[in-house]
């Protein structure tokens, strides 16, 4: 079965994007980091703090 392109992307690397998208449309990083908690069902920020490390490590 062919795996879509999709589901190989690393959420470390799309998340910058979703930043540089969130602060086009007059949002800040606080609320994207909401949104995203509440997508993924983080309760606390150590979810986004490890993505933050990797994103950090990426560059």
Not at 14 to 36: F, Q, W
Request: proline letters at 2%; a positive charge.
């Amino acid at each position: 079965m062919r795996t879509e392109r999709v589901y190989a992307l690393i959420f470390a690397s799309v998340y910058p994007h979703y930043v540089e998208k969130a602060s086009r449309h007059g949002r800040t990083r606080a609320e994207l980091d909401e949104v995203i908690r509440w997508l993924t069902g983080y309760a606390t920020a150590s979810g986004i703090r490890r993505m933050d490390d990797m994103v950090d490590a990426m560059a």
